[in-house]
């Protein structure tokens, strides 16, 4: 196989050695490890692996996270003077079964064009309920926000090629949260995702993971963590303008009619509008487009989504829906929309 296999590992165990000896067995003649800070006593595993030659050991003295151990391996990888088409990363622990590391391998020769996915199976009873939970909620985020259907974003056996290799190198993320990174630049590399069905194995309820609930899973939804709070800050901004002159303009303005509703929408999508330009492009995307470009790709799409808006909400309205009631489900939509165009499109650089 034209493919070299990496295995970062924090305080290995006798598990990380099967590993080792099952990739050799397997034919893999590039094996890079990575001892991510391990404590003293867990790098005699280390030690035993480099009793093979095709292994390469590269150490980070302190824990730098997995991210950081993935971009290590990969830069490394990138010096040697080999034809392989890529990498092949899994997990030090035991839970991906060689055949299916195999597997991922031959199918990034196949499809170098793409980033190779072994995606697990989350029915069954045997996967931890934190495991499974996990996975759906950012599996749904991916699809809905991001317009990317993935069956398992929390993998760890990932088939990388040189050309992506070399882009990863510069984007965010020491720890699991590049993981997540990796699958989001997908779009903005031109990188397809091709997945590969593999075994689902979990070992001792997957005691061995170094996964921090709650610091990893922040570091992970960052980015969209920032994007919700800037939308719901620009949503109480333009939801109360909206109440406003909504009520200001039955009030005390005769004859508009339905038009309040389009009037009303244009002067809160406005103000709020400023605010949620410059947060977004300088706290949520750091766009390092220029101003000029960034806010006539925005404002395109603020007078597309008010529109949308508007519209909408008019015909609900016709339905005998009260307006204030149905602009909140048409703007929820349309916030799963334009994240996506703003990342993409907007804020794309």
Same mark, same amino acid.
């Given at each position: ?262 009037? $009303?929408?244009?002067?809160?999508? !406005?103000?709020?509008?400023? #605010?949620? &330009?410059?947060?977004? /492009?300088?706290? =949520? @995307? ?39 009631? $149905?602009?909140?489900?048409?703007? !929820?939509?349309?916030?799963? #929309?334009? &994240?996506?165009?703003? /990342?993409?499109? =907007? @804020?794309?650089?």
């Amino acid at each position: 196989m034209k493919v070299t296999a990496v295995v970062p590992s924090l305080n290995p165990d006798e598990k990380f050695l099967k590993v080792v000896q099952g990739l050799v067995e397997s034919g893999f003649d590039s094996i890079i490890l990575v001892d991510d800070g391990s404590r003293e006593e867990n790098k005699v595993w280390f030690e035993r692996a480099m009793e093979y030659p095709q292994c390469t050991l590269l150490v980070h003295e302190v824990n730098k996270g997995k991210g950081r151990a993935l971009k290590t391996a990969m830069a490394h990888f990138l010096s040697l003077d080999n034809d392989h088409v890529g990498i092949v990363t899994l997990d030090g622990d035991g839970q991906h079964a060689m055949p299916d590391v195999v597997n991922c391998a031959k199918a990034l020769e196949e499809h170098t064009d793409s980033l190779v996915l072994g995606v697990r199976n989350f029915s069954g009873d045997d996967v931890p309920a934190r495991s499974r939970m996990g996975n759906n909620i950012t599996a749904g985020v991916f699809r809905v926000l991001c317009g990317i259907p993935i069956t398992d974003t929390q993998t760890g056996l990932r088939g990388i090629s040189r050309a992506f290799c070399e882009y990863l190198l510069d984007v965010k993320g020491e720890r699991f949260e590049f993981e997540t990174n990796m699958l989001l630049e997908t779009r903005r590399a031109d990188m397809k995702i091709h997945e590969v069905p593999i075994q689902t194995v979990y070992l001792e309820e997957n005691k061995s993971s170094h996964f921090r609930p709650f610091h990893d899973s922040v570091a992970i939804y960052w980015l969209i963590v920032k994007y919700l709070s800037s939308s719901i800050l620009s949503f109480v901004i333009d939801w109360g303008l909206y109440w406003f002159l909504f009520w200001f303009l039955g009030a005390f303005v005769a004859g508009l009619g339905d038009a309040n509703i389009y009037i $009303a929408t244009a002067g809160a999508r !406005i103000v709020s509008s400023l #605010f949620n &330009f410059f947060v977004n /492009r300088t706290v =949520v @995307f750091h766009s390092k487009d220029g101003l000029g470009k960034t806010a006539a790709r925005y404002y395109i799409l603020c007078a597309c989504q008010m529109l949308c808006s508007a519209g909408l909400v008019h015909l609900l309205t016709l339905i005998g829906c009260p307006a204030m009631v $149905a602009k909140i489900p048409v703007d !929820i939509l349309l916030f799963c #929309f334009s &994240f996506r165009i703003q /990342r993409v499109w =907007v @804020f794309r650089k």
